[in-house]
C-alpha cells in the first residue's frame, strides 16, 4: 500500500508560478513510476504528467509541454510538479497517483495507476 498526499495548491493569477508537492508513504516509492493528473469542474480528469521510477524519462500531455516539469526526490519519498506561466484553464483539483510501469502510465493514463492521493486545488484567475 502506499499513502499519497499531494500539497502546495492555492489561488494564483495568470502568468504566476506554483510547485505541488506530492508526499509518499508506506512502500518503497523508488518503485513507483508517478504521475500528476487533473479534473476541472465539470470536465473528466485529465493526465498532466508523468516521471519513470529513477526520474530519468518524462512525459507531459500537449496543453502543459514547455510550462510544467515533474521531478522526484526519492531520498524523500517526494514528487513535485513545477508550473509556470499558469493559465485560467489550468483551473483543478490536481492529483498524484503511482503505478508500478512507466510505460503503462504513458501507454493507459490513469487506468494504469494504482495509488491516488486526495487531490489539491489550483486556482488561477485571468
Known amino acids: 500500500q502506499v499513502q499519497l498526499v499531494e500539497s502546495g495548491g492555492g489561488l494564483v493569477q495568470a502568468g504566476d508560478s506554483l510547485r505541488l508537492s506530492c508526499a509518499a508513504s508506506?512502500?518503497?516509492?523508488?518503485?513507483?513510476?508517478m504521475g500528476w493528473f487533473r479534473q476541472a469542474p465539470g470536465k473528466e480528469r485529465e493526465f498532466v504528467a508523468a516521471?519513470?521510477?529513477?526520474?530519468?524519462?518524462?512525459y507531459y500531455a500537449d496543453s502543459v509541454k514547455g510550462r510544467f516539469t515533474i521531478s522526484r526526490d526519492n531520498a524523500k519519498n517526494t514528487v513535485y510538479l513545477q508550473m509556470n506561466s499558469l493559465k485560467a484553464e489550468d483551473t483543478a483539483v490536481y492529483y498524484c497517483?503511482?503505478?508500478?510501469?512507466?510505460?503503462?502510465?504513458?501507454?493507459?493514463?490513469?487506468?494504469?495507476?494504482?495509488?491516488w492521493g486526495k487531490g489539491t486545488l489550483v486556482t488561477v484567475s485571468s
Open positions: 516521471i519513470s521510477y529513477s526520474g530519468g524519462v518524462t
Open positions: 508506506g512502500r518503497t516509492f523508488s518503485i513507483y513510476a
Open positions: 497517483a503511482a503505478a508500478r510501469s512507466y510505460s503503462d502510465v504513458v501507454r493507459r493514463g490513469g487506468d494504469a495507476m494504482d495509488y
